[in-house]
C-alpha cells in the first residue's frame, strides 16, 4: 500500500486512523494506544508529501502532553500553526499551558549547580533490542564532553566497578555514596532506552526513545532528566563531491543523534558545562 501511494495518484492522509485515534484517547483506552498508529500514518504521510489535516498535528501534541513528554507536545503543536496559520491564537495558548504545566512539575528545590564531572554506567535496556544497549554505551560519552563537562571514560569505569558487582537497575542511595567514594564522581548519569524499532519494514528509518537521569551522587536528588523520541536514518552515505550513495548501516547514528537532541535541546535541554 505504500509503494502505490508513492507511484500512484496523490496521497492523502488516512482520516480513519485519526477518527480510530481520537476515540481511543476519548473512551480512555490509553494515550499510548491512541498514539502508536497516529504517529505511524503521520510520517508515512510527510514520507510521501501527503498534506496533514487540521487539528491533527495538535491533537498528537496533546497525546504527548498527557504522557508528560512536553517537549515533543510543543513541537507537534507547533505544526498545526506552520501549516493552518489560522491557528496561530490558538496553538500560542495551548503551549503556554503545557509550559506552566511542565515548570510546575519540576523540583522547586532541585539543586542549582551543575556537576563538573560526570560517571556513565551501562545503559539500560528496556527495548529488546540487544544491539541498541551497545549502540548507546559507545555514544553517550561524546556528548557529554561536547557539552563541557568531564565524563569518566567508560572502559575504564567498567574496570573499576566490575568487582562491585553493581547494575543500573534499582540502585540504592548506599550504592550512590560508594560510586562517589569510589571515583570521586559528581553525578551519576543512568540512561533507560525505551524503545528501538523500524517503524517501516521498507525503510531505513529507526524509531528510538530513552530516558537520560543525571543524579547527584551526594543527594540522590535528579539535576536533571530528559525522555525524548525520534526516528533516524541508521545509513551512512557517501560521495564527496559526487554521487551521493549507501556506504554502510551504522547502528551508533540513532543512539548517537537522540542523545544529542537531548542534550542540546533548547527546550529541558542539559546547560553547558566548564569545558564548554
Excluded at 506552520?82 to 519540576?106: C, H
Excluded at 543525571?214 to 536533571?224: H, K, N, P, V
Aim: glycine share 6%.
Amino acid at each position: 500500500m505504500f509503494v502505490m501511494m508513492v507511484i500512484g495518484c496523490k496521497a492523502a492522509f488516512d482520516m480513519a486512523v485519526y477518527e480510530d485515534s481520537l476515540y481511543d484517547a476519548y473512551v480512555g483506552n490509553g494515550n499510548a494506544r491512541a498514539r502508536a498508529p497516529l504517529d505511524q500514518v503521520i510520517l508515512s504521510s510527510e514520507l510521501v508529501s501527503a498534506r496533514i489535516p487540521s487539528g491533527v498535528y495538535a491533537d498528537q501534541g496533546v497525546l504527548f502532553f498527557r504522557e508528560g513528554k512536553y517537549h515533543e507536545a510543543i513541537e507537534r503543536i507547533s505544526k498545526e500553526a506552520e501549516l493552518y496559520p489560522e491557528a496561530m491564537l490558538f496553538v500560542g495558548r495551548l503551549q503556554a499551558l503545557i509550559r506552566k504545566a511542565d515548570s510546575e512539575t519540576k523540583t522547586a528545590d532541585l539543586p542549582h549547580h551543575h556537576p563538573p564531572s560526570i560517571l556513565v554506567l551501562p545503559s539500560i535496556n528496556k527495548s529488546g533490542k540487544s544491539e541498541a544497549a551497545t549502540a548507546f554505551d559507545v555514544t553517550l560519552s561524546r556528548q557529554f564532553v561536547e557539552r563541557g563537562y568531564y565524563v569518566f571514560p567508560f572502559l575504564a569505569t567498567r574496570l573499576l566497578l566490575k568487582e562491585t558487582h553493581l547494575t543500573a537497575e534499582d540502585i540504592s542511595k548506599s550504592e550512590l555514596a560508594s560510586l562517589k567514594s569510589l571515583t570521586g564522581a559528581d553525578a551519576l548519569l543512568l540512561v533507560t532506552i525505551l524503545q528501538w524499532e523500524k517503524p517501516w519494514m521498507l525503510l531505513s528509518l529507526i524509531r528510538v526513545a530513552a530516558e537520560y537521569r543525571l543524579i547527584d551522587l551526594s543527594t540522590g536528588q535528579d539535576l536533571w532528566k530528559s525522555n525524548v523520541e525520534g526516528q533516524y536514518d541508521s545509513t551512512v552515505t557517501g560521495g564527496a563531491g559526487g554521487p551521493v550513495y549507501v556506504m554502510a548501516t551504522d547502528l551508533r547514528v540513532p543512539a548517537r543523534a537522540l542523545t544529542k537532541k537531548a542534550v542540546t535541546a533548547s527546550y529541558n535541554g542539559l546547560p553547558a558545562g566548564p569545558y564548554h
